[in-house]
């Protein structure tokens, strides 16, 4: 008998991410908010998808925040981009939705490509990766891991140099499935500042200061997924300061940040698209 696990090893069933079908996901979702639940086949019937194409949307539509799981309701994160940039075009938006599912450690292939493969290799390909991925036999059949591993990787790789996040330039082809670390970097403080906000509702909860290392080196943390240094955090947090924001503590022996209570996520990109 295999053992349980909660992560989620095949998130995309087999499709590249469609950003413009994401875009629709949501927009069904925001003109039936009214319902306590949207069921799947009414997704499928109002978008005039496949049972299969349709799921895969709304796994991923899930994993981005813009619905939630089970109900297919659109999420307060779903309402505020809606609002302000529909069209999942938003380079603020690409660079938030990247780090929440990077940041999911739920969401093992995309989690663990982006905070181990990726950083720790030159050159990545599938076959480089595959072996981040073995210890998953313990929850997953043989035949499971051989035909899911290698396309979910696959779909990531895809997502990055020929969908909707390839304006992130996170990533590059060198050539025919071989791929390296773009040269494109998060500049924006505000968006960053959410990804700090989001990490710390994920994994230190009410957590009154973090260090700046551990913002910048840590599993899932914003530095990690953006592929920073700890002086661009540091100096990203800096920019983000402000009334009610963030308080950057610089010491000899201290570098960390500061939080007021009551500050959130949504907040600051609420901020950010309005200043846009």
């Known amino acids: 008998m295999m053992t349980k696990t909660l992560y989620t090893l095949q998130l995309t069933n087999g499709f590249f991410i469609d950003f413009t079908q994401l875009a629709r996901v949501l927009d ?3 003109q039936n908010q ?3 639940r949207i069921p799947s086949e009414a997704y499928q019937a109002g978008l005039g998808l496949s049972e299969r194409k349709t799921q895969s949307l709304n796994a991923v539509a899930g994993a981005f925040l813009l619905i939630k799981p089970r109900v297919l309701t659109p999420t307060e994160l779903g309402k505020r981009i809606y ?3 529909p069209y ?14 990077s940041s999911d450690e739920r969401y093992v292939i995309w989690n663990r ?3 181990r493969v990726i950083p720790e290799n030159q050159r990545l390909s599938t076959a480089i990766a595959r072996p981040y991925f073995d210890d998953l036999a313990m929850y997953y059949s043989e035949n499971t891991m051989n035909e899911n591993v290698g396309g979910e990787i696959g779909a990531v790789w895809n997502a990055y140099t020929e969908q909707e996040f390839a304006h992130l ?39 009154a200061t973090l260090d700046i290392e551990i913002l910048a080196r840590a599993p899932n943390s914003p530095g990690r997924v953006f592929g920073l240094s700890q002086r661009q955090v540091h100096d990203l947090l800096e920019q983000a300061e402000g009334p009610g924001s963030i308080n950057v503590e610089t ?19 609420q901020s950010y698209y309005e200043a846009r």
């Not at 990533?171 to 960053?192: H, N, W």
């Open 28 to 30: 069904y979702a925001i």
């Open 34 to 36: 009214a319902l306590s």
């Open 83 to 85: 609002q302000h940039k």
């Open 88 to 101: 999942l075009d938003d380079i603020g938006t690409l660079w938030l939705l990247h780090y929440i599912v």
């Open 113 to 115: 490509l982006v905070n």
């Open 169 to 207: 330039h996170y990533l590059q082809a060198e050539s025919e499935q071989i791929y390296t670390r773009g040269y494109g970097d998060l500049t924006i403080p505000a968006v960053f500042l959410a990804a700090v906000l989001l990490y710390r509702e994920r994994y230190a909860p009410g957590a």
């Open 251 to 269: 010491r000899a022996d201290l570098d960390q940040v500061r939080f007021p209570g009551d500050l959130h996520y949504l907040t600051v990109m």
